[in-house]
């Protein structure tokens, strides 16, 4: 079964940065099509960013465009999510999720495309 573990998460004041830490095993992870999906309270999943096989093509929502940068170490199958000008908006549990069935060329762009997920590591920004 594929295994996906976020780390990176904490607290931050804003303005502030983090870098977050998705490490897969028990797939074929340069297959895989990644993400990074946040829920804050109260709110549904959000799609933050997503990053194609070979991290050539990148997504990333609107809110957080220019602020966040996704990339891939395909050698260590690990993705990363670098945030910076953090806001205390961007306070939620990030995810970490894997596309299986993604071509080469596109990053994922809708939930429903992910097909596995880790358990999250946390995101607090203050103001």
């Known amino acids: 079964q594929v295994q996906l573990v976020e780390s990176g998460g904490g607290l931050v004041q804003a303005g502030g940065s983090l870098r977050l830490s998705c490490a897969a095993s028990?797939?074929?992870?340069?297959?895989?099509?990644m993400g990074w999906v946040r829920q804050a309270p109260g709110k549904e999943r959000e799609l933050v960013a997503s990053?194609?096989?070979?991290?050539?093509?990148?997504y990333y929502a609107d809110s957080v465009d220019g602020r966040v940068t996704m990339s891939r170490d395909n050698a260590a199958s690990t993705v990363y999510l670098q945030l910076n000008a953090l806001k205390p908006e961007d306070t939620a549990v990030y995810y970490c999720?894997?596309?299986?069935?993604?071509?080469?060329?596109?990053?994922?762009?809708?939930?429903?495309?992910?097909?596995?997920w880790g358990q999250g590591t946390q995101v607090t920004v203050s103001s």
């Open positions: 028990g797939g074929a992870f340069t297959t895989f099509a």
């Open positions: 999720a894997a596309d299986k069935d993604r071509g080469l060329f596109s990053a994922a762009r809708e939930l429903s495309e992910f097909d596995f």
């Open positions: 990053i194609s096989r070979s991290g050539t093509y990148t």
